[in-house]
């Protein structure tokens, strides 16, 4: 596994569940959507950070979830995201739903897609200090 980037543990409730008790098939999406952009925030590469330093917005290509073993409800969950694949316009996330106390206990997988697009919204390099952040050094100017 890549070095993980950000984490962030939550409980799954009566809203994430169907009437069974187990999760909902898109409720591990907001997880992931939230873990992305704390990261992004606690990284200073917020879209209108990346806007007035690189000239560059960050906007969402495709995303997956695969799911291993049922979570029910009042689980408490870790979601953990690494880095996917850097290319030279885009870029991915990986994530692993794991339960917080037992953080080798796999229950989902999933990723999300980015592409850098200019104000025209052309595909546009990703900069090279959110490469290396990506790659798990600190992100600079």
Known sequence: MNKILQSMDFRLSYGDCD???IVYFAAYYPWMERTYNEW???NGITPPEQQSKWGVNTVMRA???DYLI????????TCRMTAGKI???SFSVSY???KRD?????MATGFMSFV???GDLKPTPVPSPMVALLKGAPVSD
């Open 19 to 21: 009437p069974l008790g």
């Open 40 to 42: 992004v925030f606690q």
């Open 63 to 65: 995303s997956g979830n």
């Open 70 to 77: 049922p979570s029910v409800i009042f689980d408490a969950l």
């Open 87 to 89: 290319g030279n316009t």
């Open 96 to 98: 692993e739903i794991v």
């Open 102 to 106: 037992e953080p080798n206990k796999l």
């Open 116 to 118: 850098m697009v200019n």
